[in-house]
């Protein structure tokens, strides 16, 4: 059967009905856990993005299976949300019905990708029986204090009517709606992710990880090596601290900064100043965090009256307030180093404060005010001649032993808001009684089920509170009427801990049973979309921390190694959105050419990491490739059954091939394992041509050798067109199936060649000379010559226009 859709069904039908996929417990000690980030379940059918996620990566895990590793391969539903509510409100089908149909549906298409995911470990997080767990986990931070309550200023989407976490504010937006965020003091749950900022950055030192992802948690982290160094206010016996780190500077404060919030602002502010005062803090209450930090925003800001006492030299200095100081920072209070800090230098030239310069550049090149780095000398005081970073020392030691100041480490990290005014997510297990407070929701009582007939309509408030049956309870305490919390969980709460569930789904005594995670993870390798960077993939880190510290799990971190794939634009080069009209769906690609053709093209047409604009030129020419490897097929069969005069033996002919066949094994097992599969295709491609030559080339033929590398082709193959080479291997005559063979292993020995040295020109000067194989073609000499680090120095940014191969002396490389 040539290969085509119809190949495809064939084999999806036979791998479920012979369970090919299916975890083994018992090997558990070869286990290897691959996870794909789970899907939202839109109301869409699947994309290309989804298949340029779970395709290659599908891709891999064949690939180890066929390496003798158990894989475990799990797929479920991050099913609770606020777009299936909005879909609610606009239509008036229930989040519930649209969420379990469009959950079926995308089963189906997963199952008809062809992904090796095995479907009894599924996960769908609106699901009492997961959500129950969800809601366990929360009363298990709240009995510790890492779940709390506090009123604070929190971020809001007007849009979504709801809070928002500052993770999900993207410059000023939501990161839902892209409507602009504004500021509201509410009331609302936390979760003390701040308690393990330090752990959450030093372990980023030990994962396989993305370089780009770890430093944008690092600075989403956000450490700061500093020290709190008291103030005296003067006349008044009032002390503040500000939070520095440059106290090497200390000698060029010349003015002090509170944030306009701070409660000491009303105790020191002079009956002169008070309205300017009240006015301003008026004034900055109405800004955003992020407006406030605006580097572009002129600065502002008003004297109080009062004035501070410098710690060492006692002079007086203005105490100001103004927004650029956040209350939330720090002590927020500031020591402004106008000579040396750009904002307080804005500030001083706009309000005529005194400018003192304390550090000197090294040289007079960078003479100039202000901002210095760390690295230049001091020139104030006692400590002139000191490099900064020692005098920072020296100067806080000095204080310190006056009780005047403390070394003192802040973090920009701020906790996990996770409460949501919102229906559809998992209700917050808590009551509220006016006699006993708070009180936990009682394990025995879990789940506290979200109510199915509810008014969705978004008000602002949890749409839960107009549900009398839902609100109204006894308090488990006292008896007494109480009422619950009308609030949700934030749907990054069910995605955090997702994945420790997979192994243990169907456990209804505990979330997970610990030995047998302890075995299961961490995650081996996760792939999904970078821009989960400081969301899900940090919450999922606290999230597992918190229960490895309350005893339920033994490791540290949830995914050793992490991979993101690119993303696959529209063909104008813009993200694929329905409004924009620009949305590729895989569905009549793999109508006319099969799943393994639009998978091989994903995989061979875009750098995984990458991705790109999507264009369909290639797509063809990788249908060809699949049809040709076909015939290639048909011709050896025929060759196999009608061999005419055979050796034993291995000539020229059998070493040439051998080495283009192991060649393609080193090659195809190395670029698939960093999932470079574009140069992994290209050197199955290469394998092909070097078997057709040896098909059409040589009469006299070794069948043993010949038929090992075809075998071998076709298992080289398996992982990336699966399907169609199940089929080739049924073909072939062999044992079912493909994936239960064994990943063919490189020989270096034949790998060996014997090498010429040859000269490299670029532009007809000769800039090198390499070693390359003596039997080489053009194409290899000329992709070593280019692939040459000291030759690409030279073809830096300039224009191959041509390059000849004079055969076993030199390269010339033509250049514009
Ligand atoms: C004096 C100074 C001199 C400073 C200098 C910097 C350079 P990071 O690295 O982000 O932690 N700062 C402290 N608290 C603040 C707050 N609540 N709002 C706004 N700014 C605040 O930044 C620490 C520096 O930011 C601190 O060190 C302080 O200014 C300022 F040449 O103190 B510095
Ligand atoms: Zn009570």
């Given at each position: 059967m040539a290969y085509s859709v119809d190949v495809d069904r064939k084999w999806q039908k036979r791998w479920e009905e012979t369970k090919l996929y299916k975890f083994n417990p018992e090997n558990v000690d070869k286990k290897l856990y691959c996870l794909e980030m789970f899907s939202y379940p839109s109301g869409a059918k699947l994309h290309v993005g989804h298949w340029y996620n779970y395709g290659p990566t599908d891709s891999w895990a064949r690939m180890k299976r066929m390496q003798g590793y158990e894989v475990f391969h799990p797929m479920g539903f991050d099913a609770f949300g606020l777009p299936a509510e909005n879909y609610a409100i606009k239509t008036g089908i229930h989040p519930y019905d649209s969420t379990m149909e469009n959950i079926r549906t995308m089963e189906k298409q997963l199952r008809e990708m062809g992904a090796t995911f095995d479907w009894d470990y599924e996960v769908i997080t609106c699901l009492p029986e997961y959500y129950k767990w969800t809601q366990w986990i929360f009363l298990k931070l709240f009995e510790v204090g890492l779940a709390y309550r506090?009123?604070?200023?929190?971020?809001?989407?007007?849009?979504?009517?709801?809070?928002?976490?500052?993770?999900?504010?993207?410059?000023?937006?939501?990161?839902?709606?892209?409507?602009?965020?504004?500021?509201?003091?509410?009331?609302?749950?936390?979760?003390?992710?701040?308690?393990?900022?330090?752990?959450?950055?030093?372990?980023?030192?030990?994962?396989?990880?993305?370089?780009?992802?770890?430093?944008m948690q690092r600075n989403w982290i956000g450490k700061s090596d500093g020290a709190e160094i008291e103030f005296k206010v003067d006349g008044k016996d009032l002390t503040f601290k500000v939070f520095t780190t440059r106290a090497d500077t200390l000698y060029g404060a010349t003015y002090v900064v509170i944030a306009p919030e701070h409660e000491i602002v009303d105790l020191i502010t002079t009956e002169e100043y008070k309205q300017a005062v009240e006015e301003y803090k008026e004034y900055a209450r109405k800004q955003s965090e992020i407006e406030r930090l605006s580097t572009e925003k002129e600065k502002t800001g008003v004297f109080t009256g009062a004035y501070a006492i410098h710690p060492l030299t006692g002079e007086k200095l203005p105490i100001w307030i103004a927004d650029y100081v956040l209350a939330t920072y720090g002590t927020g209070c500031v020591m402004a180093v106008p000579a040396h800090d750009e904002r307080d230098y804005e500030f001083a030239t706009k309000y005529n404060l005194p400018i003192k310069r304390v550090i000197k550049g090294i040289g007079d090149i960078d003479d100039s005010l202000p901002f210095v780095?760390?690295?230049?000398?001091?020139?104030?005081?006692?400590?002139?001649?000191?490099?900064?970073?020692?005098?920072?020392?020296?100067?806080?030691?000095?204080?310190?032993?006056?009780?005047?100041?403390?070394?003192?480490?802040?973090?920009?990290?701020?906790?996990?808001?996770?409460?949501?005014?919102?229906?559809?997510?998992?209700?917050?297990?808590?009551?509220?009684?006016?006699?006993?407070?708070?009180?936990?929701?009682?394990?025995?009582?879990?789940?506290?089920?979200?109510?199915?007939?509810?008014?969705?309509?978004?008000?602002?408030?949890?749409?839960?509170?107009?549900?009398?049956?839902?609100m109204n309870v006894t308090c488990p305490k006292c008896g007494g009427k109480a009422l619950r919390d009308p609030d949700t969980l934030d749907t990054f709460v069910d995605?955090?801990?997702?994945?420790?569930?997979?192994?243990?789904?169907?456990?209804?005594?505990?979330?997970?049973?610990?030995?047998?995670?302890?075995?299961?993870?961490?995650?081996?390798?996760?792939?999904?979309?970078?821009?989960?960077?400081?969301?899900?993939?940090?919450?999922?880190?606290?999230?597992?921390?918190?229960?490895?510290?309350?005893?339920?799990?033994?490791?540290?971190?949830?995914?050793?190694?992490?991979?993101?794939?690119?993303?696959?634009?529209?063909?104008?080069?813009?993200?694929?959105?329905?409004?924009?009209?620009?949305?590729?769906?895989?569905?009549?690609?793999?109508?006319?050419?099969?799943?393994?053709?639009?998978?091989?093209?994903?995989?061979?047409?875009?750098?995984?990491?990458?991705?790109?604009?999507?264009?369909?030129?290639?797509?063809?020419?990788?249908?060809?490739?699949?049809?040709?490897?076909?015939?290639?097929?048909?011709?050896?069969?025929?060759?196999?059954?009608?061999?005419?005069?055979?050796?034993?033996?291995?000539?020229?002919?059998?070493?040439?091939?051998?080495?283009?066949?192991?060649?393609?094994?080193?090659?195809?097992?190395?670029?698939?394992?960093?999932?470079?599969?574009?140069?992994?295709i290209a050197r199955i491609m290469e394998l092909v041509n070097a078997l057709y030559k040896y098909e059409t080339d040589v009469e006299v033929k070794n069948i043993k050798f010949y038929e090992e590398v075809v075998t071998d082709l076709i298992r080289l193959l398996a992982p990336f067109a699966p399907h169609f080479s199940e089929e080739m291997w049924e073909k072939l005559g062999y044992e079912y199936s493909v994936f239960n063979q064994i990943w063919p292993k490189w020989d270096e020995k034949a790998l060996q060649r014997d090498v010429v040295e040859i000269a490299v020109q670029v532009n007809g000067k000769v800039r090198g000379r390499l070693e390359v194989p003596s039997n080489a073609t053009d194409e290899e000499v000329q992709r070593i010559a280019l692939s040459d680090d000291k030759i690409k120095s030279y073809l830096d940014g300039k224009e191959i226009k041509k390059v000849i191969v004079v055969k076993g002396r030199l390269v010339n490389i033509v250049v514009k």
């Open positions: 506090k009123k604070a200023p929190v971020n809001w989407c007007p849009s979504c009517q709801t809070v928002l976490a500052n993770e999900q504010v993207i410059d000023g937006k939501c990161e839902r709606c892209g409507t602009e965020v504004t500021k509201k003091d509410l009331t609302q749950w936390f979760f003390k992710i701040t308690a393990y900022a330090e752990e959450l950055l030093e372990k980023l030192d030990e994962l396989d990880w993305p370089e780009k992802t770890k430093i780095e760390f690295g230049k000398l001091v020139d104030s005081g006692e400590f002139t001649g000191l490099k900064s970073e020692e005098a920072r020392i020296k100067i806080v030691e000095k204080l310190k032993q006056e009780g005047r100041a403390e070394f003192k480490v802040n973090y920009r990290l701020r906790d996990w808001l996770v409460s949501r005014q919102r229906y559809w997510g998992a209700p917050i297990p808590v009551i509220h009684c006016e006699r006993c407070g708070i009180v936990p929701v009682p394990e025995e009582d879990l789940p506290v089920l979200l109510p199915y007939d509810v008014e969705f309509a978004p008000t602002g408030e949890s749409p839960l509170k107009k549900h009398e049956g839902f995605s955090s801990w997702y994945f420790l569930r997979y192994p243990d789904n169907k456990n209804d005594k505990e979330p997970f049973n610990k030995e047998w995670i302890n075995k299961m993870l961490p995650v081996d390798k996760y792939v999904g979309g970078a821009e989960h960077a400081t969301m899900h993939l940090l919450y999922a880190r606290f999230v597992t921390k918190a229960l490895r510290d309350l005893g339920y799990l033994d490791f540290d971190e949830p995914f050793k190694s992490l991979v993101h794939q690119g993303t696959i634009l529209g063909p104008d080069g813009s993200r694929m959105s329905k409004s924009k009209g620009n949305v590729i769906s895989p569905d009549e690609y793999i109508k006319e050419y099969g799943s393994d053709v639009f998978r091989l093209y994903l995989m061979f047409g875009f750098a995984y990491s990458e991705g790109g604009p999507w264009n369909d030129d290639g797509i063809k020419a990788i249908s060809r490739f699949v049809n040709r490897v076909e015939r290639f097929i048909d011709k050896f069969i025929e060759t196999r059954n009608n061999p005419g005069k055979t050796k034993d033996e291995m000539g020229k002919d059998e070493n040439e091939l051998n080495y283009v066949r192991h060649y393609a094994i080193k090659g195809v097992t190395e670029d698939a394992e960093r999932f470079q599969f574009n140069t992994a």
